[in-house]
Nanobody, 120 residues
Framework: QVQLRESGPGLVKPSQTLSLTCNVS??????????WSWIRQPPEKGLEWVGA???????SYNPALRRRTSISRDTSKNQFTLQVTSVTPEDTAVYYC????????????WGQGAQVIVSA
């Protein structure tokens, strides 16, 4: 059974860097043709795909967030990490990690979500 779990600070100050880690069990980040994504949902808004890291280690990002977003991985720990720099209150959201890429409605496995609030 594939399980994902997000972890990281729940409160970040404006202009600082948001950092979240997703620990994966039941599958490997390097499984061929698998993609691992970050998705977020701001309050009272829909899901927004943030970016993904492929089984090869290649990354792709939402163009609206590309300048501030970075996704990396540690295959020895089977975890991948999201960093968003220069955060503002508009980055407040529940952040999810999931297996998949593209249309989020097709993702099969999701973490439980991590609430991140950007506030001074």
């Amino acid at each position: 059974q594939v399980q994902l779990r997000e972890s990281g600070p729940g409160l970040v100050k404006p202009s600082q860097t948001l950092s979240l880690t997703c620990n994966v069990s039941g599958d490997s980040l390097t499984t061929k043709y698998c993609y691992w994504s970050w998705i977020r949902q701001p309050p009272e808004k829909g899901l927004e795909w943030v970016g993904a890291i492929a089984h090869s280690g290649g990354t792709s990002y939402n163009p609206a967030l590309r300048r501030r977003t970075s996704i990396s991985r540690d295959t020895s720990k089977n975890q991948f990490t999201l960093q968003v720099t220069s955060v503002t209150p508009e980055d407040t959201a529940v952040y999810y990690c999931a297996r998949g890429v593209g249309d989020v409605s097709n993702y099969e496995y999701w973490g439980q979500g991590a609430q991140v609030i950007v506030s001074a």
